[in-house]
């Protein structure tokens, strides 16, 4: 399902049969209703074909795989093959997460700070020129902020953008109902450099 080495997402494409698809090529994920376990993500990614597709994405494998802690996998390119993932990776993640670091962070609107934060928080993506729109439900006040990135900030775990662009009010919940409602919102909004180191 992931590919540490590559760190991208392994989904279906109804006409290349696999895609291969990085963190900020999602567009809209979901969290289906009802008490499900293991919990589900329904997300809407573009595709490399050049369409949109969506797809049923676990929770462990949405916020853990990118970090090795569940199954997966890395294309090793001494024998140009998928393996599976040491705990190797999972270690160094554990003491990463255990210095302070955080394999994702947003700053968070409302409460002028920034948060640590996983991929299942991600609401809506939208790409802006060089830059990546994300709106990021909060886990801790559960308003959503959206901030202006880089792709390997949302891609990459442990890269975090020393500052990012914040839209300065709260996106509506409407807003957030359809990709282009939100992209049409980003591009009216204003934003405010922050400062992205958690303290
Ligand atoms: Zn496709
Ligand atoms: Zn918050």
Redesign the pocket.
Known sequence: MYDAFRTRYTLS????GE?HVPLHAFRRLERLPGPSHPVVFRVEFD???G?P?SALVAHDDLDWAPLGIVDGTFHNVMTDRAEPIGAELADVAARKIQAGEWPWSFFCYPEERPRPVFPSSFSVLAPGGQAIGVAVRCPVCACVSVNLVSEEHVDVPFHNDAHVGVVDHVFREDVLATVESFRAELHSARFDARRLALE
Not at 13 to 16: E, G, I, K, Y
């Open positions: 494409c109804p006409t290349r895609a595709c490399s074909c369409e597709h």
